[in-house]
């Protein structure tokens, strides 16, 4: 059974630093791409980070571009998302998914996601 689990999240400040982690397992993690999503209240979801299986290409939302850093850790089944100077328009609840070839910003080629954590900037 796949799980993917998310933890990190929590109320900041604006100005701040989150990094979020999304554990894997149940899948060969280190065969599949994997991204961050974000779902504010009343919006539909958007698409933040992706990475590739080896961690060597990465994409941005145009949001996340010089704000945020997806990396990946294969050998804990492991995808981080740093987010740096966050402010109030962050706020939303970030999902991790995950999905074979190739890099996507579309949600629907996502096979697997996580619950979701909430990141919340306020002061």
């Known amino acids: 059974q796949v799980q993917l689990v998310e933890s990190g999240g929590g109320l900041v400040q604006p100005g701040g630093s989150l990094r979020l982690a999304c554990a894997a397992s149940?899948?060969?993690?280190?065969?599949?791409?994997m991204a961050w999503f974000r779902q504010a209240v009343g919006k539909q979801r958007e698409f933040v980070a992706s990475?590739?299986?080896?961690?060597?290409?990465?994409d941005y939302a145009d949001s996340a571009k010089g704000q945020s850093t997806i990396s990946r850790d294969n050998d804990k089944n492991t995808v981080y998302l740093q987010m740096n100077r966050l402010k109030p328009e962050d706020t939303a609840v970030y999902y991790c998914?995950?999905?074979?070839?190739?890099?996507?910003?579309?949600?629907?080629?996502?096979?697997?996601w996580g619950q979701g954590t909430r990141v919340t900037v306020s002061s």
């Open positions: 998914a995950a999905h074979r070839n190739p890099v996507s910003r579309a949600s629907s080629r996502y096979d697997f």
């Open positions: 990475i590739s299986w080896s961690g060597g290409r990465t």
């Open positions: 149940g899948l060969p993690f280190s065969s599949y791409v």
